[in-house]
């Protein structure tokens, strides 16, 4: 195997505010690049670097993560603290306890979390990458792996799905996919069908479970409802 | 078959990615109990793809890459290749010989991926089915 030398790269676009904080600064840069990928992503992603830099992509989905993460958090402690006055007495006893530990569990989680988005974004990355090759969707790719591990990152923006209360796990994943679709069309320069083949191909494979296991508990919770409301 | 060479960055983040997962596999082939059982197979008795990569891990944790291997054969293979090819990018880079990654799957590639995934299932079929 050859390596051939690289065609003349096209104009690098301007890049995402994230990727420009040292002229615009880290906090404005981040929640701007935050308020484009969520209210124009086709656009934001456009202006998105194709190459270099690859640190500022997975820096952002470090950050993302660690917002839905402690999102998930809040809203299990809001839900628990709501649900304390219907606990028995000997379990209402052990929750500070629960909170302590869970507390800790957090810090650890924090601290862990960053290396396995890490892990995470290069191991998802080949294999949607793999997919997107045998899709025919990196024929006219100036980009490569690395555009695939940068749409990945970027599209870390669904993880602000997990503020949905009791659904934000679902809808971050369907908004997810409809990122990663839109983010690899872009930086691969091919079509949104072969992209979403791409994205679809490993979770229907690999992840038939998790889609199983939300609808399942999509179909407990109605169900329960529905006896709730009903019948008397 | 035509190749792109590999930038710098990405060849260094995947092999400390290959270097993090592996270091990792110990924590969490620990953790690998806590995991929910496959709903799929418990709803229909048939394996998903993903089938034993859990217990996979857990083997692997323990240095079991016998058993580990025979738990999920292309999940193991899979994280091996990527192991290896991280370290081989981040080594070719620093030693000033940069890889390439092909720009297309070659056509014995395109027959021999979904044969594999499908060769896999079967086994798991047979093996946990």
């Not at chain 2, 110990?26 to 690998?32: I, K, Y």
């Not at chain 2, 293979?77 to 799957?105: C, D, I, K, N």
């Amino acid at each position: 195997m050859n390596v051939e030398a690289p065609p003349p790269p096209p104009p690098q676009p301007a890049g995402l505010p994230w990727e420009r904080r040292a002229e615009v600064g880290a906090v404005h840069g981040f929640t701007e690049t935050l308020r484009r990928l969520v209210v124009e992503p086709a656009a934001a992603l456009g202006e998105a670097r194709r190459r270099g830099d690859l640190f500022s992509p997975l820096a952002y989905a470090v950050l993302l993560v660690l917002i839905g993460v402690l999102a998930e958090r809040i809203w299990s402690l809001l839900i628990g603290t709501s649900l304390l006055d219907v606990l028995p007495p000997h379990l209402r006893d052990n929750a500070g306890l629960a909170f302590a530990l869970s507390t800790v569990g957090l810090a650890v989680t924090l601290v862990v979390m960053p290396i396995l988005v890490l892990v995470a974004m290069f191991v998802y990355g080949a294999i949607v990458h793999l997919f997107l090759m045998l899709y025919g969707g990196t024929r006219d790719s100036d980009t490569g792996y690395e555009g695939t591990v940068r749409a990945l990152a970027w599209s870390m923006t669904s993880q602000l799905g997990q503020l949905v209360p009791f659904a934000g796990g679902l809808v971050a994943m369907v908004w997810g996919v409809v990122l990663q679709t839109m983010a690899l069309s872009s930086l691969h320069r091919t079509t949104q069908g072969r992209a979403l083949a791409a994205v679809l191909t490993p979770l229907v494979l690999c992840c038939v479970c998790f889609a199983v296991f939300f609808a399942g508990i999509m179909a407990l919770v109605v169900g329960g409802l529905a006896a709730g409301s009903g019948g008397r | 078959m035509t190749t792109r060479p590999l930038s710098r960055q990405l060849a260094l983040g995947w092999g400390a990615a290959a270097l993090a997962g592996a270091a990792l596999v110990p924590w969490l082939g620990r953790r690998v109990d806590r995991l929910p059982a496959c709903p799929l197979q418990a709803a229909t008795g048939w394996p998903c793809p993903a089938c034993g990569s859990g217990r996979a891990l857990a083997a692997l944790a323990h240095g079991e890459l016998g058993v580990a291997f025979a738990w999920n054969p292309l999940a193991v293979a899979a994280f091996a290749a990527f192991a290896l090819a991280g370290l081989a990018a981040a080594a070719g880079e620093l030693a000033g010989r940069p890889l390439g990654e092909p720009r297309t799957l070659p056509a014995w590639a395109r027959v021999t991926l979904p044969l594999a995934l499908a060769a896999d299932w079967l086994y798991l079929t047979w093996k946990l089915g």
